[in-house]
């Protein structure tokens, strides 16, 4: 079954499952359309970052990671090994947790963060590992509209004044840029050069 979901900024009406939202750019090696297994929650909303020359305050329309769309209590997940860096909560945001991964791309360290989470089930400076619960999905912070997570991903350099960047989550998937990857218990993981699966659990009936 289809849902509407309404905002103050817009409609959009999706399936519960198996549906992703476009893309601002070709991520995907062979030129094909963003990948969704039939059983992971729907990506509601894209990652749209500015034109190139503009900050995000300068554009509407900025969104600088995914939304996942599930019901509240749905289990959120580490996508890589790492480190809690940050788990708060925070009125617009709502309950965040950063992690700091093992992994790193091209020399550059990276980082995760879940928002808008209903509960954190992590504290800072807990080390985690790829699947792990860290959380359940929400509603949280002024900004959540609907229950969904807010996905980001960002890169950066330890220990340099460099600020951690956003980037599109879906150029890290563990099957490959665009091709979104379900968590499942018993698979062999790499964790160099980082690669990450679904924030969310991917219930097994669709499979």
């Known amino acids: 079954m289809a849902i509407m979901l309404i905002s103050s900024a817009c409609s959009t009406l999706i399936k519960p499952y198996g549906f ?17 297994p039939a059983n992971a929650h729907s990506i509601s909303q894209g ?27 749905t289990p959120v997940l580490a996508v890589a090994d790492g480190v809690v860096i940050a788990s708060l909560y925070e009125p617009l945001l709502g309950n965040r947790v950063v992690i700091e991964h093992t992994g790193k791309r091209n020399g550059m360290s990276m980082r995760t963060g879940s928002f808008h989470m209903d509960r954190r089930l992590v504290s800072e400076g807990d ?39 956003p980037v599109n989550p879906h150029r890290f998937w563990a099957d490959g840029p665009g091709i979104v990857t379900c968590f499942k218990t018993g698979r062999t993981w790499t964790d160099q050069p ?6 969310v659990i991917c219930p097994d009936w669709a499979e």
Do not use: C
């Open 47 to 73: 990652y749209k970052p500015p034109p190139p020359g503009l900050h995000l305050t300068e554009v509407k329309g900025v969104h600088m990671g995914i939304d996942v769309y599930a019901e509240t209590g």
């Open 194 to 199: 980082f690669v990450m699966t679904y924030p």
């Open 20 to 36: 992703v939202a476009p893309d601002t750019e070709q991520v995907r090696e062979d030129g094909q359309p963003l990948f969704i």
């Open 127 to 165: 080390k985690v590992i790829r699947g792990q619960q860290i959380g359940t999905l929400g509603s949280k912070g002024a900004l959540a509209p609907y229950p969904h997570l807010h996905f980001e991903v960002r890169q950066g350099v330890m220990n340099e004044k460099i600020e951690f960047e």
